[in-house]
């Protein structure tokens, strides 16, 4: 986990992205999304750098691919590009490596595709609308039990049910 830093990421978030320094464009900062300011840095990294390097004082350094066809490439070559999360994985993590839980999804093939092929049935069509009845029911029960008129923290409060 990186040392705490001083940085004003919401007012980074309202920075003008066409005007500043390239190299200061952080997409990971949260409050590019919650203040929905993200638009714009995206676009200029689409336009000027599409395979942006950044050294997140949040999550340390990591590549921002942001056009279709770059993030298509990385996805599909994994004899150059590897989802496996010892080797940096694919998500932005503030979590130590040791402490993180492995999931298929940040796997290389072969095994990614051996998992994926155990778990792929439970999610088919078929199985999910036998299943219908009770994600409802459970999703009306999550809804109707959150706070109303107040402040809450979703996750929290999701995990309470």
Known sequence: MNAPVSIDFKAEAHRDPWSMPIDEIDVSN???YSEHTWQGFFARLRREDPVHFV???LYGPYWSVTRYRDIM???TSHHIYSSDASLGGIALKDVPLQFRKESFIAMDPPRHDEQRKIVSPIVA???LAKMSETIR???IRILDDL???E???WVDASRSN
């Open 30 to 32: 949260p409050y590019l």
């Open 55 to 57: 050294n997140s004082p």
């Open 73 to 75: 490439t990385v996805d």
């Open 125 to 127: 069509p078929p199985n």
């Open 137 to 139: 029911e459970r999703a």
């Open 147 to 149: 706070p109303r008129g």
């Open 151 to 153: 402040v809450f923290d």
